[in-house]
T-cell receptor, first 113, second 113 residues
Framework: DGGITQSPKYLFRKEGQNVTLSCEQNLNHDAMYWYRQDPGQGLRLIYYSQIVNDFQKGDIAEGYSVSREKKESFPLTVTSAQKNPTAFYLC????????????FGPGTRLTVL | GENVEQHPSTLSVQEGDSAVIKCTYSDSASNYFPWYKQELGKRPQLIIDIRSNVGEKKDQRIAVTLNKTAKHFSLHITETQPEDSAVYFCAANRGSTLGRLYFGRGTQLTVWP
């Protein structure tokens, strides 16, 4: 069954702790993206990667980090430096660059207590 | 970078009426304009896109128009149905096959039966 998956669906962490969100795809897509979704804010890009071992900052990268060691995986770490980490996080992938359809995962809702 | 503005932020229509959502962009090099639909509790999905070499594209009840001179594009939904209720996002690239999309903030469309 092909697709893009994110885990966990819900995540709770204490303030000051780092947390890593998982994103995996078996679509053989080269490009992967991380978005943050807040009410009324749309889809804000955190990081994106167009090829293994390479990634670029998006519009709101501060307090986040990523890695792209495998084509299938693009984990996002929310660090303690992120001032307001409670949000809905969406991962996406596409077969090529921005002119190709992005397929989104189901999302992870992170709540920092 | 590219700046994509989307209006209105909320839109309510009666079932059977038409709905129009408008987006403007700032980079004249942008040449790809997708629209994504996100139903409540679900992931965004591409519903239609247009490239700068055409002025209009239709797919059943939905259509997108592009005015390159004015740098705006619009989503038109005719004969709206309750299942059209969702958040709609427009986006634009920056005229490159690399990089990322720039999303608008979204429009919450509600179709009343």
């Amino acid at each position: 069954d092909g697709g893009i998956t994110q885990s966990p669906k819900y995540l709770f962490r204490k303030e000051g702790q780092n947390v890593t969100l998982s994103c995996e795809q078996n679509l053989n897509h080269d490009a992967m993206y991380w978005y943050r979704q807040d009410p009324g804010q749309g889809l804000r890009l955190i990081y994106y990667s167009q090829i293994v071992n390479d990634f670029q900052k998006g519009d709101i990268a501060e307090g986040y980090s990523v890695s792209r060691e495998k084509k299938e995986s693009f984990p996002l770490t929310v660090t303690s430096a992120q001032k307001n980490p409670t949000a809905f996080y969406l991962c996406a992938s596409s077969i090529g660059g921005p002119e190709r359809e992005q397929f989104f995962g189901p999302g992870t809702r992170l709540t920092v207590l | 970078g590219e700046n994509v503005e989307q209006h209105p932020s909320t839109l309510s229509v009666q079932e059977g009426d038409s709905a129009v959502i408008k987006c403007t962009y700032s980079d004249s090099a942008s040449n790809y304009f997708p629209w994504y639909k996100q139903e409540l509790g679900k992931r965004p999905q591409l519903i239609i896109d247009i490239r700068s070499n055409v002025g209009e594209k239709k797919d059943q009840r939905i259509a997108v128009t592009l005015n390159k001179t004015a740098k705006h594009f619009s989503l038109h939904i005719t004969e709206t149905q309750p299942e059209d209720s969702a958040v709609y996002f427009c986006a634009a690239n920056r005229g490159s096959t690399l990089g990322r999309l720039y999303f608008g903030r979204g429009t919450q469309l509600t179709v009343w039966p």
